[in-house]
């Protein structure tokens, strides 16, 4: 017979709210440590389902994800910023956006941006030359974000952010933080006041707007000018191929692939006709495209971030690395090719996503009653699971506070539920970015730990802020260190 889920009844201490206002992460974590992997917590007038066990997690994410939709308060916050891009929509329209995306995002495409990723960093690292020489502390958390604006401008726009980093990493946290403010205040202040709040969010929203509906104009310019049949014919990536060098060249990100890409299998035609193939409009294009300059360096800048902090408080670990890094690379820039063998600079970065993982929370509503781990889920139910709470907890990951890389072993990886480790999500619905973020960081990380050794500067606080992400609540001041 099911039952409700442990939990503490139906009226939780004050305290237990003002904590879940001021620091979700370890609230949560605290509360699944107390009470078990699946956990029923009153939040005001809702319940809270807190499932982080790996088989109640992949039952939510992956056996019955039919069961469990995105129309949280969580996603219908984001949806304000990216619209319906792929992080936020559902059912139908979700699936036809990611098979038009999709291609975008395969191995071979991705591995091809590996230079411009390794120029970007390089182009960073001399600016960092100057603060080096005169003994001054950086914001590394600050130079994350603009390198993965960079990437991120040029994989997805062609574009070269330059000197608009500021600007839109600016933006982009400001839209961000506000969001995270209305949902810790269940959005109690209407969007229409003109507080000084939402009028900060507008003017952030409307540089992020500006910046992405200029690129799709000045893309849809460079693809008229190409031949109609050749621009037609460019559906795939194996259609792209068989064009000659210009075609190809204008193609050459992921915005004009999104333009080309067509979707037959949802197309509608009289009886007889032709199927006509349809692509995306302009606002589902700003969307995909918000969606993925935004999530697309964010979160990847977060990961760094904690890497290096990590890396500074644990001298074997760095040890090891540059060890690796110099048998591997021996002072050379690394390559995508190189990926594959350097592989204690992976398990580095998915250790740091175990302890820190930037999307750290993960919300559904439940479509219709389910049951998970013998406990009813009422239909409608708010279910959380957090990659943030599972990834530490003992039972799955012993010392799961401290940073050991080596648990990404291939040994000590054997037998591991896949769903003890989901920093990318899982099931239908997993970041269609991850094999995007794991090389882009792989190949920063390698660049960056060839050329300098990073410490915190002395008297910095660092706090972890659970936002949108998890990131530096103060930055991440350090002193480098040339190698």
Same mark, same amino acid.
């Given at each position: 017979?099911?039952?409700?889920?442990?939990?503490?009844?139906?009226?939780?201490?004050? #305290?237990?709210?003002?904590?879940?206002?001021?620091?979700?992460?370890?609230?949560?974590?605290?509360?699944?440590?107390?009470?078990?992997?699946?956990?029923? +917590?009153?939040?005001?007038?809702?319940?809270? +389902?807190?499932?982080?066990?790996?088989?109640?997690?992949?039952?939510?994410?992956?056996?019955?994800?039919?069961?469990?939709?995105?129309?949280?308060?969580?996603?219908?916050?984001?949806?304000?910023?990216?619209?319906?891009?792929?992080?936020?929509?559902?059912? #139908?329209?979700?699936?036809?956006?990611?098979?038009?995306?999709?291609?975008?995002?395969?191995?071979?495409?991705?591995?091809?941006?590996?230079?411009?990723?390794?120029?970007?960093?390089?182009?960073?690292?001399?600016?960092?030359?100057?603060?080096?020489?005169?003994?001054?502390?950086?914001?590394?958390?600050?130079?994350?974000?603009?390198?993965?604006?960079?990437?991120?401008?040029?994989?997805?726009?062609?574009?070269?952010?330059?000197?608009?980093?500021?600007?839109?990493?600016?933006?982009?946290?400001?839209?961000?933080?506000?969001?995270?403010?209305? %949902?810790?205040?269940?959005?109690?202040?209407?969007?229409?006041?003109?507080?000084?709040?939402?009028?900060?969010?507008?003017?952030?929203?409307?540089?992020?707007?500006?910046?992405?509906?200029?690129?799709?104009?000045?893309?849809?310019?460079?693809?008229?000018?190409?031949?109609?049949?050749?621009?037609?014919?460019?559906?795939?990536?194996?259609?792209?191929?068989?064009?000659?060098?210009?075609?190809?060249?204008?193609?050459?990100?992921?915005?004009?692939?999104?333009?080309?890409?067509?979707?037959?299998?949802?197309?509608?035609?009289?009886?007889?006709?032709?199927?006509?193939?349809?692509?995306?409009?302009?606002?589902?294009?700003?969307?995909?495209?918000?969606?993925?300059?935004?999530?697309?360096?964010?979160?990847?800048?977060? %990961?760094? %971030?904690?890497?290096?902090?990590?890396?500074?408080?644990?001298?074997?670990?760095?040890?090891?690395?540059?060890?690796?890094?110099?048998?591997?690379?021996?002072?050379?820039?690394?390559?995508?090719? #190189?990926?594959?063998?350097?592989?204690?600079?992976?398990?580095?970065?998915?250790?740091?996503?175990?302890?820190?993982?930037?999307?750290?929370?993960?919300?559904?509503?439940?479509? #219709?009653?389910?049951?998970?781990?013998? +406990?009813?889920?009422?239909?409608?139910?708010?279910?959380?699971?957090?990659?943030?709470?599972?990834?530490?907890?003992?039972?799955?990951?012993?010392?799961?506070?401290?940073?050991?890389?080596?648990?990404?072993?291939?040994?000590?990886?054997?037998?591991?539920?896949?769903? %003890?480790?989901?920093?990318?999500?899982?099931?239908?619905?997993?970041?269609?970015?991850?094999?995007?973020?794991?090389?882009?960081?792989?190949?920063?990380?390698?660049?960056?730990?060839?050329?300098?050794?990073?410490?915190?500067?002395?008297?910095?606080?660092?706090?972890?802020?659970?936002?949108?992400?998890?990131?530096?609540?103060?930055?991440?001041?350090?002193?480098?260190?040339?190698?």
């Amino acid at each position: 017979m099911t039952h409700n889920p442990p939990g503490p009844g139906n009226r939780p201490p004050i #305290d237990d709210l003002n904590a879940l206002r001021e620091g979700p992460h370890a609230f949560f974590l605290q509360v699944a440590r107390t009470y078990g992997p699946i956990v029923r +917590y009153p939040v005001g007038p809702l319940a809270v +389902y807190l499932v982080t066990g790996p088989d109640g997690v992949k039952h939510v994410l992956q056996d019955n994800h039919k069961n469990y939709c995105k129309d949280t308060f969580q996603y219908n916050l984001l949806s304000t910023i990216t619209g319906k891009g792929l992080l936020t929509s559902d059912g #139908d329209h979700w699936r036809r956006q990611r098979r038009l995306a999709q291609p975008a995002f395969q191995k071979g495409r991705v591995a091809g941006f590996a230079p411009m990723i390794v120029g970007a960093t390089e182009n960073m690292l001399d600016h960092w030359g100057e603060h080096a020489g005169r003994g001054e502390a950086i914001d590394v958390a600050a130079e994350m974000m603009h390198v993965a604006l960079q990437v991120v401008g040029k994989a997805m726009f062609s574009a070269e952010i330059g000197d608009q980093a500021d600007e839109l990493a600016t933006a982009t946290l400001t839209v961000l933080d506000h969001i995270i403010g209305r %949902a810790r205040t269940f959005g109690v202040v209407p969007e229409w006041l003109p507080t000084p709040g939402n009028r900060a969010h507008r003017r952030a929203l409307g540089v992020l707007d500006r910046a992405v509906y200029a690129t799709i104009e000045e893309r849809r310019k460079s693809l008229r000018s190409l031949e109609p049949a050749a621009a037609r014919d460019v559906h795939t990536l194996e259609e792209l191929a068989a064009q000659d060098g210009e075609t190809r060249k204008a193609f050459d990100d992921l915005l004009a692939l999104l333009m080309a890409a067509t979707d037959e299998g949802t197309a509608e035609a009289a009886p007889g006709s032709e199927v006509q193939q349809r692509g995306m409009t302009d606002r589902q294009l700003r969307d995909e495209s918000m969606t993925m300059l935004i999530a697309g360096h964010e979160t990847v800048a977060s %990961a760094l %971030a904690w890497t290096w902090d990590l890396l500074a408080r644990n001298a074997g670990a760095e040890a090891r690395l540059h060890e690796e890094l110099d048998g591997e690379l021996g002072g050379r820039a690394p390559a995508a090719e #190189d990926l594959p063998r350097l592989r204690y600079t992976d398990m580095v970065f998915q250790e740091a996503m175990r302890l820190y993982p930037p999307a750290w929370l993960i919300t559904r509503k439940a479509l #219709d009653e389910d049951e998970i781990g013998g +406990y009813t889920i009422p239909k409608g139910a708010l279910v959380v699971t957090s990659p943030y709470v599972t990834q530490r907890m003992p039972d799955l990951w012993p010392e799961p506070d401290a940073f050991r890389p080596e648990r990404f072993s291939p040994e000590e990886s054997a037998g591991r539920h896949r769903y %003890a480790f989901y920093p990318f999500g899982g099931g239908p619905r997993m970041c269609i970015g991850s094999g995007f973020a794991a090389v882009e960081a792989g190949l920063i990380i390698a660049t960056v730990a060839q050329r300098y050794t990073l410490r915190l500067a002395a008297g910095h606080p660092v706090v972890v802020e659970s936002g949108v992400t998890l990131r530096p609540k103060h930055g991440l001041k350090m002193q480098l260190q040339p190698r």
